[in-house]
Nanobody
Framework: QVQLAESGGGLVQAGGSLRLSCAASDSIFRFYTISWHRQAPGKERELVASITSGGITNYADSVKGRFTISRANAKNTVYLQMNSLKPEDTAAYYC?????????WGQGTQVTVSS
């Protein structure tokens, strides 16, 4: 079973940047599609960005041009670089690993953007 640990969240002013990390416990991590999701209070969890094992990326329209997902397989880590943050980006951010029908979630990291 893959264990995921998110880090890098915090409080930032609008227009600022944060980089989230999702570290995996298993080296087969490199085969997984990794995605970042977020959930704001009272709202459903939504997909933010994803990256396949081959490096193909996908983004929600709301973050295109501001967020960048990348992976460092040698470090079993996926990053989410978040620039030009907006108050509406405030949420708990979770990473998910998906491969061969197996899905694993991290515990999440809180991002708060003040106006």
């Amino acid at each position: 079973q893959v264990q995921l640990a998110e880090s890098g969240g915090g409080l930032v002013q609008a227009g600022g940047s944060l980089r989230l990390s999702c570290a995996a416990s298993d080296s087969i991590f490199r085969f997984y599609t990794i995605s970042w999701h977020r959930q704001a209070p009272g709202k459903e969890r939504e997909l933010v960005a994803s990256i396949t094992s081959g490096g193909i990326t996908n983004y929600a329209d709301s973050v295109k041009g501001r967020f960048t997902i990348s992976r460092a397989n040698a470090k079993n880590t996926v990053y989410l670089q978040m620039n030009s943050l907006k108050p509406e980006d405030t949420a708990a951010y979770y990473c998910r690993a998906l491969w061969a029908g197996n899905s694993y979630w991290g515990q999440g990291t809180q991002v708060t953007v003040s106006s």
